[in-house]
C-alpha cells in the first residue's frame, strides 16, 4: 500500500495559496489545485479531501 506524502508548506506559500483558492479572477483549475494542496497541508487523506472539493479521488491525486 502507497503512504500518503505529507505536504509542508511555509507561511509564503501558504498565504499565496489561500489566495488564488479564493479568487474570483484565477483559472478554476488553479482555484482547485491550491484548495487540494492546502487541505493535503492539513494532513487530510486524498479519500477525505475528494468528496469535500466534489471531484473525484484521481483528481486529487495528481
Known amino acids: 500500500m502507497v503512504e500518503a506524502v ?4 511555509d507561511e509564503r506559500v501558504r498565504e ?5 483558492a479564493v ?3 484565477a483559472q478554476v483549475r488553479a482555484v482547485l489545485r491550491a ?3 492546502l487541505a493535503a497541508a492539513e494532513g487530510l487523506s ?4 475528494a468528496p469535500d472539493l ?3 479521488v484521481n483528481t486529487v491525486r495528481k
Open 6 to 9: 505529507v505536504v509542508e508548506l
Open 16 to 20: 499565496r495559496l489561500i489566495r488564488t
Open 23 to 25: 479568487s474570483l479572477k
Open 35 to 37: 484548495r487540494i494542496v
Open 46 to 49: 486524498n479519500g477525505a479531501i
Open 54 to 56: 466534489a471531484v473525484s
